[in-house]
């Protein structure tokens, strides 16, 4: 029965409801003895960088086929380097982690966490002190030269697209590529492989706003469930793995994962 003249929470939820879901999280960190992290760029929407889908999602104003595959970036480098300069550039230079980033760190620090296994390019997982990241798409705050592999940092690109597009290395004049996973391209065996490990081996897998369409890194929340482990989804919209799930909190994650974790202290 809601408790009716409990304030709504933003989502149409009652605190109560909040609480409860809370409540149940806490108690199934308490009782993983492995806990792995799985993260999409729901986490980082409360950071301020743009989700991909859903409400407002960057696929749905450009076109991922030209700006984030391999054969348009061979085609033609400074359509992606131009949407980077108006889109991404200030948000991955400006973005500060979220309160999920952090707790997401102090489960490692308490000596919960095995790993965190990320789709996002931000680099914030770092920035909130995480150190077992596992970043199957790469990260978009390093670049290097497609010729000579030079690396370019993030602030030598920031200085170099105001005055050139497309970034072209200061060496030997080949072009420069954020080190991301574009579509077209494989996922770095050493790291899908450290993750189907990790993922293979926890007691409980959180995934944390993924919209879990993006394969084969969506492979792995069910691969988790299949080798025997518990799974929560905290995610704003419904998934195609809500159905196996143990547990799902259809929130922002700021609203139950920081305080989920703040009571194991
Ligand atoms: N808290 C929880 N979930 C949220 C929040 C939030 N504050 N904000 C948005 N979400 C949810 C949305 O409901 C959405 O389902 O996060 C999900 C983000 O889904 P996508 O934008 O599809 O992001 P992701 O799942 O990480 O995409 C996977 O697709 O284009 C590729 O390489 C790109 O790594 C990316 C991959
Ligand atoms: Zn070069």
């Not at 999602?57 to 480098?77: L, N, Q, V």
């Not at 707790?103 to 995480?130: M, P, Y």
Request: proline fraction near 5%.
């Amino acid at each position: 029965m809601a408790n009716l003249d409990a304030p709504d929470s933003p989502l149409g939820g009652t605190d109560e409801a909040v609480d409860g879901e809370i409540t149940a999280l806490n108690k199934l960190l308490d009782d993983a003895e492995r806990i792995v992290v799985f993260t999409g760029a729901g986490i980082s929407a409360e950071s301020g960088i743009a989700t991909y889908r859903g409400a407002g999602g960057m696929w749905t104003k450009y076109d991922p086929d030209k700006y984030a595959s391999i054969e348009y970036f061979r085609k033609d480098p400074s359509y992606y380097w131009s949407f980077f300069k108006e889109e991404r550039h200030v948000m991955m230079v400006k973005a500060v982690p979220s309160a999920s980033h952090r707790a997401v760190a102090d489960l490692e620090k308490q000596d919960r966490l095995s790993a965190v296994i990320t789709q996002n390019i931000d680099g914030l997982h770092h920035k909130a002190g995480s150190t077992r990241v596992l970043e199957l798409h790469g990260n978009t705050t390093r670049f290097y030269c497609t010729d000579c592999r030079a690396p370019y940092s993030i602030e030598d690109v920031a200085k170099i697209i105001e005055t050139q597009l497309p970034v072209l290395c200061t060496k030997c004049k080949g072009v420069v590529r954020p080190d991301v996973v574009l579509y077209g391209e494989m996922l770095p065996t050493d790291v899908i492989d450290e993750a189907h490990r990790e993922t293979q081996l926890c007691d409980l897998m959180i995934v944390i706003g993924s919209s879990l369409v993006v394969y084969p890194a969506a492979n792995l929340p069910y691969q988790a469930k299949l080798s025997g482990a518990k799974l929560v989804i905290i995610n704003i919209d419904t998934t195609p793995l809500d159905s196996v799930a143990n547990l799902n909190i259809h929130r922002s994650a700021g609203e139950v994962f920081p305080q989920a974790v703040a009571l194991l202290e």
